[in-house]
């Protein structure tokens, strides 16, 4: 495999707050097709009927009757028990307020399988420890005993002690290539949403926005601060990205830390005609995607900007993202998934549902119903 290639596919699964990659979930065209479900011959994307429940309702129930009886969502490309998705759903499901059936099953299935999602051989993940420890956060759950009291089970001490303190490198998280701005703005979002604030996240913090280029985006795999920025192309893989971006932004406000750069212009030039946003935006000619607008909403959100009138273009970025999701034109089975290039896409909705809920990351503990929402169809 070619060395863009690799490095494209490891871009593209990144963000997926977060499940398949690396660190957590992005999307291209690449994404979409490894994590996708062809949909039925009847699917649409466009609703018919009455909705008599909010978008980010219907995909949380999607996501509740996606989950396994023991809680765990199956990754529906590898078809086996994915931590990293089942993180994702929790976090999603507390987002909207409902499945809390599904929450106490997937909280409890992820504290006895976490071990071998967060570690390999013997090496923490930054970014999976990171996302573990806020869906454990969203679930009420602590993640310093997470599953236990051992010392293997305080995920925040593992997360803390991957971080470099001294040195070149001063305040990163992870080493090889586990060392990422999408890994370190996970980072400080696990440690600002446990309340573990402290020279470690000044550090990192500060490390962080030394990553942001001068047009207000961060690159994924960028992580010397002298080292040039690229130009937006789909053949690198390499430039500032809306995913990395977004989750970098969340990170630095959670914090309360420095943004060098204001990174609304460069949400600004990246989002599409249609109020969309794209991996790598439309200097690289790639159409929007339901993943990476939803990242950019909820850095939007943090940012209090989601409603300025520069984000509106051709419907909000809301409204975009809401165009995604399959009604009730779609098989019943697929009626509140997200598509993502065409095809039915778990990730697509794992991802969009905290962002229609009004959440920024990370998403705190809320009342959860046990309601698992279904769109309300009448005939057209």
């Known amino acids: 495999m070619s060395t863009s290639v690799l490095r494209a596919a490891r871009a593209c699964v990144a963000a997926s707050l977060l499940a398949l990659g690396a660190a957590v979930p992005i999307a291209s065209a690449a994404a979409a097709g490894a994590s996708a479900r ?41 078809h086996l028990a994915s931590a990293g998705d089942t993180a994702n759903a929790i976090v999603a499901l507390v987002a909207a307020g409902v499945g809390a059936n599904q929450v106490k099953a997937g909280t409890h299935w992820l504290e006895q399988n976490f071990a071998s999602y967060v570690s390999a051989k013997g090496v923490d993940n930054p970014g999976r420890l990171s996302l573990v420890i806020l869906a454990a956060v969203a679930a009420g759950a602590d993640p310093a005993h997470f599953g236990g009291r051992g010392k293997s089970n305080n995920l925040v001490a593992r997360l803390a002690a991957t971080e470099k303190l001294t040195g070149v490198g001063a305040g990163s998280f992870g080493s090889g290539v586990n060392v990422n701005a999408f890994n370190q703005s996970l980072a400080l979002l696990a440690l600002g949403a446990t309340k573990r604030l402290g020279k470690g996240t000044r550090l990192g913090a500060a490390f962080l926005a030394g990553l942001q280029c001068t047009d207000g985006g961060w690159e994924f795999g960028r992580v010397v601060a002298t080292a040039p920025c690229a130009k937006p192309s789909p053949k690198n893989y390499a430039s500032p990205d809306t995913n990395t971006t977004a989750i970098a932004v969340m990170a630095l406000v959670e914090v309360a830390g420095h943004i060098p750069h204001s990174p609304l212009s460069f949400f600004q030039a990246s989002q599409e005609s249609n109020g969309s946003f794209a991996l790598y935006g439309v200097a690289a000619g790639q159409q929007g995607d339901p ?26 970025p809301e409204q975009a993202l809401v165009r995604f999701q399959y009604g009730c034109k779609a098989p019943s089975g697929e009626q509140g998934e997200f598509s993502s290039f065409g095809a039915a896409n778990q990730l697509a909705t794992l991802q969009a549902v905290p962002a229609l809920a009004g959440d920024t990351m990370p998403v705190g503990r809320h009342m959860v119903s046990a309601a698992e929402p279904r769109l309300s169809c009448s005939a057209s």
Not at 294 to 305: C, D
Request: proline share 3%; hydrophobic share 50%.
């Open 38 to 78: 062809a949909p039925g011959a009847a699917s649409s994307a466009k609703s018919a009927g009455a909705l008599t429940v909010t978008p980010a309702a219907a995909g949380a129930g999607w996501i509740a009757r996606s989950m396994g009886a023991n809680g765990a969502v199956t990754d529906s490309y590898s």
């Open 291 to 316: 993943n990476s607008t939803a990242l950019v909403i909820q850095a939007l959100i943090a940012l209090h900007a989601l409603g300025n009138s520069q984000f509106a273009r051709g419907g909000s």
